[in-house]
């Protein structure tokens, strides 16, 4: 069963609070919070994601999905467990050492949160299968992490499908999520390529009706 993640990251200024409501009416099956420190990629949004998780956290009670592209991944944590997120994903080249991605698995493990793994476009996959049996989704970044509204890089399909393979031939619990640039042309790839959650921000936020565009995408 596919599921939705609507990244917020570009909602329009002054819209937030109806968007909200709407994506919620609309079911979406997760809020993607898309925190940026200014550090690890250029843009700083974390202030703002913060506000906004806050927000959402009480006004609904849909799912949050927190994708952390900072380099402090455990202060982070600290700040954005408080809006309960289902979801804490951090990216592995954030991290120094193998330690370090275990300590930050196990430090959003105590926080009560499923741990997810991030790699970018560039970075083979081979390199976190160690930590695959230790967390519950595997973020595939389908674009460079920083921006939304960029176009999907093809290559980047390959590595979900070796993924999925790897994670049946393993037995592995794991949902695979795909990130940018997912939109109603490209979802059926992603999918058939073995992803079970999508992140979507800009082809839903465009969007006239967030339930027809989120129903197409899960279809
Ligand atoms: C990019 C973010 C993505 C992005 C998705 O760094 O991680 O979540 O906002 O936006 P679209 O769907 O517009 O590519
Ligand atoms: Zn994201």
Do not use: W
């Amino acid at each position: 069963m596919v599921e939705v993640s609507t990244s917020i990251l570009s909602v329009k200024k002054g819209e937030e609070s109806e968007t909200f409501f709407e994506l919620e009416a609309a079911k979406t099956d997760y809020f993607h919070i898309d925190v940026m420190d200014g550090k690890f990629v250029q843009k700083n949004t974390y202030s703002k994601m913060l506000e906004y998780a806050s927000y959402i956290r009480r006004i609904s009670s849909t799912p949050i999905d927190v994708h952390l592209m900072v380099e402090d991944v455990k202060s982070a944590v600290d700040d954005f467990a408080s809006v309960e997120p289902n979801i804490i994903t951090f990216h592995y080249e954030a991290c120094k050492n193998k330690q370090e991605v275990l300590d930050n698995i196990n430090y959003i493990k105590e926080n009560h949160c499923r741990v997810g793994i991030s790699v970018k476009p560039e970075t083979n996959i081979e390199e976190i299968y160690e930590f695959l049996p230790y967390v519950h989704v595997c973020l595939i970044m389908t674009v460079e992490p920083g921006k939304g509204g960029q176009i999907l890089i093809n290559d980047t399909l390959k590595k979900i499908k070796k993924l999925s393979k790897y994670v049946k031939e393993n037995n592995l619990e794991l949902d695979i999520e795909a990130d940018g640039g997912i939109n109603l042309n490209t979802a059926p790839e992603v999918k058939k390529a073995g992803c079970n959650i999508l992140v979507a921000g800009t082809a839903i936020l465009m969007a006239k009706d967030f339930k027809v565009i989120i129903d197409e995408l899960k279809s």
